[in-house]
């Protein structure tokens, strides 16, 4: 008696990072692709076409949609967060066009205490050098889709924090953060209002 059939057969096409829904956290993925396949004797020997592809979570063997793998890592979204906070202090560090070592030192600490991570002043200095200001409001706004209000504003106050280092906001500044602002969806009028509320506190801290 000669047995044939079909039955489903999982290839691997692939594999990566991705933010795992089930885990909550960014893991490895597996790309696969379930083909039907003809069997003889349940030996598989002839492809009868694909019945889709999905991907597998190394961790948690959850199987998702193939789109899953397209899914932003939290690691790719910190460091994002990392790379605009820094184009953004860059902006306003160079919009009034005078840089010295106290503004190199304070920005670099915020930038430290904003990333959890320790940029150093030479650091710093290599974005100032290399600094565009044509994609501040591209790498803002690929930031602000993950960022919440309170996100969005903290990145404004520290721009504010930042110009007042060297005494008073010039207009420069003003129309920087004004920029940094509407970059990240914040409505251009509420601008004076979080500069206001920045040095407010400021002064109340002092």
Known sequence: MIIF????LDLKRGE???FCPNCQTDRIYTLKE???????YWIPILP??????????KACRQIFHEDAQYSETNSSISNKLEVAIKTALSAVILSDSVTDKNEL????????????KETKIEDLQKDLDYFNKNELSTTLGEISQHLNEQGKV?????????????????EEEIATISEIAISLGIPDGYVPGIIQNTIQKISNKG
Not at 5 to 8: A, D, E, I, N, T
Not at 35 to 40: C, E, N, P, V
Not at 107 to 113: A, P, Q, T, V, Y
């Open 48 to 57: 009868l076409g694909s019945l889709g592809k999905f991907v597998e979570c």
């Open 154 to 170: 903290s990145i404004v106050e520290k721009c504010v924090i930042m110009s007042l280092i060297d005494g008073d906001i010039a």
């Open 34 to 40: 379930r083909k039907r396949m003809g069997h003889l």
């Open 5 to 8: 059939g079909s039955r489903g």
């Open 105 to 116: 030192e304070f920005g670099s600490k915020l930038i430290s205490e904003f990333t959890s």
């Open 16 to 18: 990566g990072s991705f």
